[in-house]
């Protein structure tokens, strides 16, 4: 089983940023698919970014250049750095994977609190 542990999350202003990481604990990380996502209660969890095992990337129209992923193949971990946050930012996030062949994220990690105060 992949392991997957998201941290770096915590309450900060409107405008401030954050990095959130992931560490991923499964074998042969470069293959797969990482992918970040969030979700507040009583909605659906929704796309946030993700980073392909070929090092490509995609990003949500609502955090495109103010959000950042990236990927260490080296270190087995997954980053989000986020700027510019707002209110509408706040939610947990999540950190998943998946094969290339998969067509949904397999393995998923805690999740991690963002709040953003106004």
């Known amino acids: 089983q992949v392991q997957l542990v998201e941290s770096g999350g915590g309450l900060v202003q409107t405008g401030e940023s954050l990095r959130l990481s992931c560490a991923s604990s499964?074998?042969?990380?470069?293959?797969?698919?990482m992918g970040w996502f969030r979700q507040v209660p009583g909605k659906e969890r929704e796309f946030v970014a993700s980073s392909s095992s070929t090092g490509s990337t995609s990003y949500a129209d609502s955090v495109k250049g103010k959000f950042t992923i990236s990927r260490d193949n080296a270190k087995n971990t997954v980053v989000l750095q986020m700027k510019s946050l707002k209110p509408e930012d706040t939610a947990v996030y999540y950190c998943?994977?998946?094969?290339?062949?998969?067509?949904?994220?397999?393995?998923w990690g805690q999740g991690t609190q963002v709040t953003v105060s106004s």
């Open positions: 998943a994977s998946k094969v290339r062949s998969r067509s949904s994220y397999d393995y």
């Open positions: 499964g074998r042969s990380f470069s293959v797969f698919d």
